[in-house]
């Protein structure tokens, strides 16, 4: 027993918990009412049996004492008795002298106290009274003539639930109840549902739709409060990105300028350099420009073929880099259509594609089918792998792992947090791991 309690959990939800400990508790209730009931309906069993089987026997007294002698123990004998009651004549008194009387209770509820207080005529010469069996009691009655009259009396066993229905009755109330608590308890719980999908959708898209703000106070109140917070998050994206693009932008004029200078320079080799660190200022702004702006969040979703995007990246990518070309591999359905903005995926996936020929000198992709509702796309490489504490470390913005900061073999920093932000702005993700025989193996995931 204490071991399946000790396996026993809760539901994870609120609303699987908040329906768990109303059911509970209308178990507890119900338990607790219908003891109550079976204890009141007892004592009332109790009380009528008593009554009828002592108007039984004072009827059994008075037919054995009017009866004529040769005659009584026949008309006895017909006499229609209840269960539990018994009658006999016999020379001797079952009760012998000095047995045990009846409890008090049961004096009280058959009312043996009144035995005498008929009529003089029909009163016994004798009682006799003695325990019996729990709940019942012997009488012995002496007759005029001698003989004795034994009554045996014997409580039947309480019925509590002696009514048909009641079984039918009582699963009837429990369904209904229980159906009506996990109506009331959805109905108390999508709000938070809604706001929790609100906020998911805010977290993929800052540009969401505000969250209805109706209902009770208390609801209208978090709607209000989360809307509030979605406006000036998208206010401080919105500065954000317009800071980045003045700077971009007041950047762009010095770099112009510096570019002119340098080409009247006499020195050629200085002149080369010049120009082609203002070349690199130049794509690293543009690119730290189009990561902060994430244009491609405004784009709409629409059904996409994810297996020919990713044959159409991997071509891409071989005529881009043809001395990799047959490192670069595609494996997976023919088809494989899931819902999606089309340019913003292709430019993840060829991130991750790009990033494994940059580092790894290949990049094999490996579609898999839907599995649980998500889309798996996984891209190896053969380099020398990432340290297990900067598999995550990787996707921080202008965070690299190669230490001569030239782009040409180091990049900007920023495409795996581009992939990753993309990615997770569709619902998915995107996690690296080391392949046990040497390379990288980055896993983006999508929903079906």
């Given at each position: 027993?204490?071991?399946a309690?000790?396996?026993?959990?809760?539901?994870a939800?609120?609303?699987?918990?908040t329906?768990?400990?109303l059911?509970?508790a209308?178990?507890?209730v119900?338990?607790?009412?219908?003891?109550?009931?079976?204890?009141d309906?007892?004592d009332?069993?109790?009380?009528?049996?008593?009554r009828e089987?002592?108007?039984?026997?004072?009827?059994?007294?008075r037919t054995?004492i009017l009866a004529?002698a040769?005659?009584r123990?026949?008309m006895?004998?017909?006499l229609?008795?209840?269960?539990?009651?018994?009658?006999?004549?016999?020379?001797?008194?079952?009760?012998?002298?000095?047995a045990?009387?009846?409890?008090?209770d049961?004096?009280?509820l058959f009312?043996?106290?009144?035995?005498?207080?008929?009529?003089p005529r029909?009163?016994?010469?004798?009682?006799?009274?003695?325990?019996?069996?729990?709940g019942?009691?012997?009488?012995s009655l002496?007759?005029?003539?001698g003989?004795?009259?034994?009554?045996?009396v014997?409580?039947p066993?309480?019925?509590?639930w002696h009514?048909?229905?009641f079984?039918v009755?009582?699963?009837?109330m429990?369904?209904a109840?229980?159906l009506?608590?996990?109506w009331?308890?959805?109905?108390l719980?999508?709000?938070?549902?809604?706001?929790?999908?609100a906020?998911?959708?805010?977290?993929r898209?800052?540009?969401?739709p505000p969250?209805p703000e109706?209902?009770?106070?208390?609801?209208?109140?978090?709607?209000?409060?989360?809307?509030v917070?979605?406006?000036?998050?998208?206010?401080?994206?919105?500065?954000?990105?317009q800071?980045?693009?003045?700077?971009?932008?007041?950047?762009?004029?010095p770099?112009t300028?510096?570019?002119?200078?340098a080409?009247?320079m006499?020195?050629d080799?200085?002149?080369?350099k010049m120009?082609?660190?203002?070349d690199e200022?130049e794509?690293?702004?543009?690119a730290t420009?189009?990561?902060?702006?994430?244009d491609?969040a405004?784009?709409?979703?629409?059904?996409?073929?994810l297996a020919?995007?990713?044959?159409?990246?991997?071509?891409?990518?071989?005529?881009a880099?043809?001395?990799l070309?047959?490192?670069?591999?595609?494996?997976?359905?023919?088809?494989?259509t899931?819902r999606?903005?089309?340019?913003?995926?292709k430019?993840?996936?060829?991130?991750?594609?790009?990033?494994?020929?940059?580092?790894?000198?290949?990049?094999?992709l490996?579609?898999?089918p839907p599995e649980g509702g998500?889309v798996?796309?996984?891209?190896?490489?053969?380099g020398?792998?990432?340290?297990e504490?900067?598999?995550?470390a990787?996707?921080?913005?202008?965070?690299?792992?190669?230490?001569?900061?030239?782009?040409?073999t180091?990049?900007t920093?920023l495409?795996?947090?581009?992939?990753?932000?993309?990615?997770?702005a569709?619902?998915?993700d995107?996690?690296?791991t080391?392949?046990?025989?040497g390379?990288?193996?980055?896993?983006?995931s999508?929903?079906a």
């Amino acid at each position: 027993m204490a071991e399946a309690l000790s396996r026993f959990r809760l539901p994870a939800s609120l609303g699987g918990r908040t329906a768990f400990w109303l059911i509970l508790a209308l178990m507890l209730v119900q338990a607790a009412g219908l003891t109550i009931h079976a204890l009141d309906r007892v004592d009332l069993q109790r009380f009528i049996h008593a009554r009828e089987i002592a108007g039984r026997a004072f009827g059994a007294w008075r037919t054995a004492i009017l009866a004529p002698a040769d005659r009584r123990e026949q008309m006895l004998a017909d006499l229609d008795l209840p269960d539990g009651l018994s009658v006999e004549l016999d020379r001797q008194p079952a009760v012998r002298v000095g047995a045990q009387p009846p409890p008090a209770d049961v004096m009280r509820l058959f009312r043996l106290d009144l035995v005498n207080s008929g009529p003089p005529r029909l009163r016994p010469r004798e009682v006799r009274l003695g325990a019996h069996a729990p709940g019942g009691f012997l009488a012995s009655l002496r007759l005029p003539d001698g003989d004795w009259l034994n009554i045996r009396v014997e409580m039947p066993p309480p019925r509590p639930w002696h009514s048909a229905t009641f079984l039918v009755a009582f699963v009837v109330m429990t369904v209904a109840a229980v159906l009506l608590i996990l109506w009331a308890v959805a109905r108390l719980m999508r709000p938070v549902r809604l706001l929790a999908e609100a906020a998911d959708r805010l977290g993929r898209d800052v540009n969401a739709p505000p969250l209805p703000e109706g209902g009770p106070s208390e609801v209208a109140t978090a709607a209000r409060a989360f809307n509030v917070m979605a406006g000036r998050i998208r206010r401080f994206v919105a500065d954000r990105t317009q800071m980045l693009a003045a700077i971009g932008h007041d950047l762009r004029t010095p770099i112009t300028r510096l570019r002119l200078r340098a080409e009247f320079m006499d020195d050629d080799e200085q002149r080369r350099k010049m120009l082609s660190d203002l070349d690199e200022m130049e794509q690293m702004i543009a690119a730290t420009l189009a990561f902060a702006r994430d244009d491609a969040a405004a784009e709409p979703a629409t059904p996409v073929d994810l297996a020919a995007l990713c044959r159409t990246v991997a071509d891409e990518a071989a005529d881009a880099r043809p001395e990799l070309a047959e490192a670069i591999a595609f494996e997976g359905p023919e088809r494989l259509t899931i819902r999606a903005r089309p340019i913003a995926l292709k430019r993840a996936i060829a991130n991750l594609v790009s990033n494994a020929l940059a580092y790894g000198g290949a990049a094999r992709l490996r579609l898999v089918p839907p599995e649980g509702g998500v889309v798996r796309l996984a891209v190896e490489d053969d380099g020398p792998g990432i340290p297990e504490a900067e598999l995550e470390a990787v996707f921080t913005p202008f965070r690299r792992l190669e230490a001569s900061r030239n782009r040409e073999t180091g990049g900007t920093g920023l495409g795996l947090t581009i992939a990753r932000n993309i990615l997770r702005a569709h619902g998915g993700d995107v996690v690296l791991t080391n392949r046990p025989q040497g390379g990288l193996r980055a896993v983006a995931s999508l929903p079906a």
